[in-house]
């Protein structure tokens, strides 16, 4: 199986499996696993990777419309060099504190890869789930995508340090929170723009129709591509980025929007079924653990 087979498995199994985080309670739990031959090019600092693997649980904890409360990680390499141990808690401790939370300790292990494994908990009364849009809702973004795949260029091109600063990216905590309230589905876009809108479609049980030139594209992405086709695939399909992916109903854009402490933008519209991009259909395609 590959990875989306075996989530597809987890969730006829697991009652609590299928959102970006399962809820317990008035909490929400949500753990992560990344490592270094397939999350963390060459040239990213330990600080870096401290904070995009705890910030990457705490993108899921966002998606849920939850406030962040702590997180914790798993550390493991082939040796612990005390500088580099150092950098990664410092990253892991500020990515939290970006979001008033608190990373509060962890594991340490012995591994042929530097590999890292994150667990967030965040609390709400009122979890905003990925199966409850409706056709007529309005499809919204925050922030811009294609972050992640222009850190990915800048780090192939050696342009280390600009390849760490695109990859300390901020969880959507608050406008989270801000868009809770009237949100009908949700989700983080760490698989990508299109297979988020696919995944939503799954939970919803409805279609979706968007438009590419509403899409908002980081400005970093004109740094690293030259053909429209490499923007497309930056902004559609790289995934990596964790901004939220959720439905409003159409009369709340203006407010969320207004609440939110991060620029929100309405791409489309939920329909019956379907998943669209100026009238064709939308490849179900995105970021895969390999």
């Given at each position: 199986m590959d990875e989306r087979a075996a989530l597809s498995m987890l969730e006829t199994e697991l009652d609590a499996a299928g959102d970006d985080a399962a809820v317990v309670g008035g909490q929400v739990i949500t753990t992560d696993m990344l490592h270094e031959r397939t999350d963390f090019p060459e040239g990213t600092t330990r600080y870096t990777a401290g904070w995009r693997a705890v910030g990457a649980s705490l993108s899921d904890v966002a998606a849920m419309g939850a406030d962040a409360t702590a997180a914790v990680a798993v550390y493991a390499a082939p040796e612990f060099d005390r500088t580099e141990l150092a950098d990664f808690v410092d990253g892991a401790r500020d990515v939290c504190e970006s979001v008033e939370g608190a990373y509060v300790g962890g594991d340490l292990d012995d591994h042929v890869e530097f590999t890292v494994a994150t667990t967030a908990i965040g609390e709400t009364d009122e979890p905003v789930l990925r199966s409850g849009a409706q056709p007529g809702d309005a499809v919204?973004?925050?922030?811009?995508?294609?972050?992640?795949?222009a850190a990915l260029e800048r780090f192939r091109a050696g342009a280390i340090d600009r390849g760490n600063e695109l990859f300390q990216?901020?969880?959507?905590?608050?406008?989270?929170?801000?868009?809770?309230?009237?949100?009908?589905?949700?989700?983080?876009?760490?698989?990508?723009?299109?297979?988020?809108?696919?995944?939503?479609s799954e939970a919803s049980d409805c279609g979706f129709e968007i438009e590419f030139d509403a899409v908002p594209v980081a400005a970093a992405v004109d740094e690293v591509t030259d053909g429209n086709e490499d923007y497309?695939?930056?902004?559609?399909?790289?995934?990596?980025?964790?901004?939220?992916?959720?439905?409003?109903?159409?009369?709340?854009?203006d407010d969320v929007a207004e609440r939110s402490p991060t620029t929100v933008t309405r791409i489309g519209r939920a329909t019956h079924e379907g998943i669209l991009m100026d009238g064709a259909p939308l490849e179900d395609r995105g970021y895969t653990h390999g």
């Open positions: 919204c973004v925050t922030g811009a995508l294609g972050r992640s795949a990216f901020a969880p959507r905590i608050a406008a989270g929170q801000a868009v809770a309230s009237e949100a009908t589905a949700m989700m983080d876009s760490s698989d990508g723009l299109a297979r988020s809108l696919h995944q939503l497309r695939e930056a902004a559609l399909f790289f995934g990596e980025d964790f901004e939220l992916v959720f439905t409003v109903p159409e009369e709340a854009v």
